[in-house]
């Protein structure tokens, strides 16, 4: 059984930073691509970053420059570092363990995380 376990959510004023974690389990990890979404109440499940297996990673306009996906295949671990948050980075932060396309991008898989909730206020 896949599971795919988010931590690391919080409370954060702005400007603040917060590192989320998710642990992958039931699979070989090593051979996913991984992707950090985001929704915010009344809006879809946007992706906010990327990483193939072999550590390359993508991102979302709105994040470049302040976040930053990293991977540890020993620890079957991605992680999302976010600095400089903002009030409009509120929202549940999920993992996904996806695939490339024959583009070598990153697709979402049918595996997700429960998410975890990120709030950036003063």
């Known amino acids: 059984q896949v599971q795919l376990v988010e931590s690391g959510g919080g409370l954060v004023q702005p400007g603040g930073s917060l590192r989320l974690s998710c642990v992958v389990s039931?699979?070989?990890?090593?051979?996913?691509?991984m992707g950090w979404y985001r929704q915010a109440p009344g809006m879809q499940r946007d992706l906010v970053a990327s990483i193939t297996h072999r550590g390359v990673t993508d991102y979302a306009d709105s994040v470049k420059g302040r976040f930053t996906i990293s991977r540890d295949n020993a620890k079957n671990t991605v992680y999302l570092q976010m600095n400089g948050l903002k009030p409009g980075d509120t929202a549940v932060y999920y993992c996904?363990?996806?695939?490339?396309?024959?583009?070598?991008?990153?697709?979402?898989?049918?595996?997700w995380g429960q998410g975890t909730q990120v709030t950036v206020s003063s």
């Open positions: 039931g699979t070989i990890f090593s051979a996913h691509a």
């Open positions: 996904n363990a996806g695939q490339l396309d024959s583009e070598l991008k990153y697709i979402a898989g049918i595996y």
